[in-house]
C-alpha cells in the first residue's frame, strides 16, 4: 500500500488513532521560507486543543527526513537555525546557560528551548579537530611555522538552544539597540531572499550582545544533533523550557522538537 493510500484511509476515520482527534486539513502546505520541504500528511487537533501532525513513513530513512518539517503554534514555528554550545565542565555549563538567558531576556526573546546533553566521556569536539587540520594544511600551503602538538580541549556538555522564528521586523528591532549592526543588516539583506534574509538576521540577533557565553560553538539544525547523538553515548541532563510549552522528543532515531502539538509517525 502505499503512503497516500493510507493517509487517505486514516482522513476518512481519523478517530482510529485516538479518540478525539478532529482532522483540520490533508496534505498541509508549509511555506519553504520557514526551513521546511512544503507538505505534511495530515493535521489535526486533539480533545485538549493540542495541534497534531501525523506523517506516514514507510522506513527509518523517510522518518528521519521528517523533522525538517517544523512544528506550528498558532501559526507560528521553532526557527530552524539553532546553537550547539560546547563546554568544558559544569561550572563553564552554568555560566553559558545564565548567558542564554540572559542574552534572551535583554533581546525580547521570550519563546526558546535549552537542551542541556551530559556525554559520557568528555571528546574532542569533531568540528574543532577538522578546523585544527585546515588551518595546519594551510599553513603547510603558504609555508608558515604551525605547531601540530597543540592539544584540543575535550568538552563534558552540550547547551543545543533553539528558539521561535522572529519576524523580520522583530530582529531589526533588536538589532536596532547597536547602530552599526541594524544599519550593516539593513544594507545585506536588500538582496537577499526571505529564507536566507530569516537566516542572516537570526544569526545577528544570536550574535548581539550580550551574547553566549560558550568555550566552543557549532551552528545547530534538527539533522545535525540528531545524527551527532546517534554517534554518541550520553544522556539528557536537563531541558528547559522558556515560554511557550515546548517539548523535546527522541523517537526511532528521530529528532522532534515539538510545540503544544504532537506528532504521530506511522510506519
Excluded at 500528511?41 to 525538517?68: C, F, P, Q, T, W
Excluded at 542572516?200 to 551574547?211: K, M, Q
Excluded at 510549552?245 to 527522541?250: E, Q
Aim: contains cysteine; proline residues 3%.
Amino acid at each position: 500500500m502505499k503512503e497516500a493510500e493510507l493517509r487517505d484511509i486514516i482522513a476518512a476515520d481519523i478517530e482510529i488513532l485516538e479518540k478525539g482527534l478532529v482532522l483540520l486539513k490533508k496534505e498541509q502546505y508549509i511555506p519553504n521560507s520557514l526551513g521546511t520541504k512544503g507538505f505534511i500528511d495530515l493535521y489535526a487537533r486533539d480533545s485538549k486543543g493540542n495541534h497534531v501532525i501525523i506523517e506516514l513513513k514507510k522506513s527509518d530513512a523517510s522518518a528521519r527526513e521528517a523533522i525538517h518539517v517544523l512544528p506550528i503554534t498558532n501559526g507560528r514555528f521553532i526557527a530552524p537555525w539553532h546553537d550547539m554550545c560546547w563546554y568544558i565542565n559544569k561550572d563553564t555549563l552554568q555560566k553559558g546557560i545564565q548567558s542564554m538567558e540572559r542574552s534572551c531576556k535583554v533581546k525580547g526573546i521570550d519563546d526558546f528551548i535549552i537542551v542541556v546533553i551530559q556525554l559520557d566521556h568528555p571528546i574532542i569536539s569533531k568540528k574543532e579537530a577538522q578546523m585544527k587540520e585546515e588551518i595546519l594544511q594551510m599553513a603547510a600551503l603558504s609555508g608558515m611555522p604551525a605547531n601540530k602538538d597543540v592539544k584540543l580541549p575535550t568538552y563534558e556538555f552540550v547547551a543545543y538552544f533553539a528558539m521561535q522564528t522572529l519576524s523580520k521586523e522583530k530582529c531589526l528591532s533588536i538589532l536596532s539597540a547597536d547602530k552599526g549592526q541594524y544599519e550593516e543588516a539593513q544594507e545585506v539583506i536588500g538582496d537577499m531572499g526571505e529564507e536566507e534574509e530569516l537566516h542572516y538576521l537570526h544569526e545577528l540577533v544570536v550574535g548581539l550582545d550580550p551574547s553566549f557565553y560558550k568555550d566552543f560553538y557549532e551552528i545547530g539544525y534538527p539533522a545535525k544533533i540528531n545524527d551527532f547523538l546517534e554517534s554518541m553515548e550520553y544522556s539528557i541532563q536537563e531541558i528547559r523550557r522558556y515560554g511557550i510549552n515546548i517539548m523535546w522528543i527522541r523517537h526511532r532515531n528521530a529528532i522532534y522538537v515539538n510545540v503544544r502539538w504532537r506528532r504521530k509517525s506511522i510506519w
